[in-house]
């Protein structure tokens, strides 16, 4: 069977939307992140419709380019978030013709944030399109256990989780409490990074700034994908801290992933 590739955005940042879609298609991916929010980010609008050029150009560079939207990034569900007001994201996401959204947890109160996810789930299903949860050690959702539950709650069925092989041991997982959640993964991020994790409060920073190629660190990637399946679509989020161009980041993060996955 055949693997899909995506490039991450955060690998390439700070390139624009358009110019992620052509290093997507020169470094030979099949498909792309985008970041179509800030997530949002506080003091931030959940979501900000993207200027019209910007979302033209995009829009005509995936199909010139030969690659597809993947993910799009991104939906943030807070205590004090309005679903509907993602409805233009969607949209958007679905305009591009993406595969599904990526979304994060901030809320603390399980029965709102499982409400709020199934509702989005189905706003998104409407559109043809996934709604993916990505757990981080920082978030409300902390850990792959947290996600899977926040899965079973909203119980649709384009709900899933998006695996950060980072995430995965710095929020105290490991490969064998991945075993029985396998079939909950929609797609898995691809990185590499020492196994011993940095203090509490660098988490953040390693994630967003040290993150290494597949095999030039010691996490055991070749145990986490020997249990997902071989065809399970795989997002590559390389260094995010590093004086080379985007295309030669992006080139490097794929020929390691593809090294690894074989």
């Known amino acids: 069977m055949t693997r899909l590739f995506a490039l991450a955005p955060a690998t390439v940042l700070p390139a624009t939307l358009p110019e992620m879609v052509s290093i ?7 498909a792309v992140g985008l970041p179509l929010n800030a997530a949002g ?17 995009t829009e005509a560079r995936l199909k010139d380019e030969g690659v597809t939207l993947y993910d799009a990034v991104g939906v943030a569900l807070r205590a004090d978030t309005d679903v509907a007001s993602y409805e233009p994201l969607l949209d958007t996401a679905a305009r591009l013709g993406a595969a599904g959204i990526m979304l994060t947890v901030w809320d603390t109160d399980e029965t709102r944030r499982a409400e709020r996810y199934a509702d989005i789930c189905e706003r998104a299903a409407r559109r043809g399109l996934d709604a993916s949860v990505e757990f981080l050690p920082w978030s409300a959702l902390c850990s792959i256990d947290d996600a899977a539950a926040l899965v079973d709650a909203a119980a649709a069925a384009n709900a899933g989780i998006m695996l950060d092989c980072l995430h995965l041991f710095r929020s105290g997982g490991s490969v064998e409490a991945l075993r029985p959640l396998v079939g909950k993964v929609r797609y898995a991020q691809i990185c590499d990074a020492p196994l011993v994790a940095p203090l509490p409060d660098d988490l953040m920073a390693e994630a967003r700034q040290l993150r290494r190629n597949a095999g030039e660190g010691e996490l055991p990637l070749g145990e986490i994908f020997a249990l997902l399946p071989p065809d399970l679509p795989v997002s590559v989020e390389g260094p995010m801290q590093s004086p080379l161009s985007g295309l030669v980041r992006a080139e490097a993060g794929l020929t ?5 996955l074989g």
């Open 24 to 30: 997507a298609a020169q470094a030979g991916y099949d």
């Open 41 to 57: 980010r506080e003091g931030q609008p959940d979501f900000a419709p993207l200027d019209p050029a910007l979302l033209a150009e």
């Open 256 to 260: 390691a992933a593809k090294r690894l």
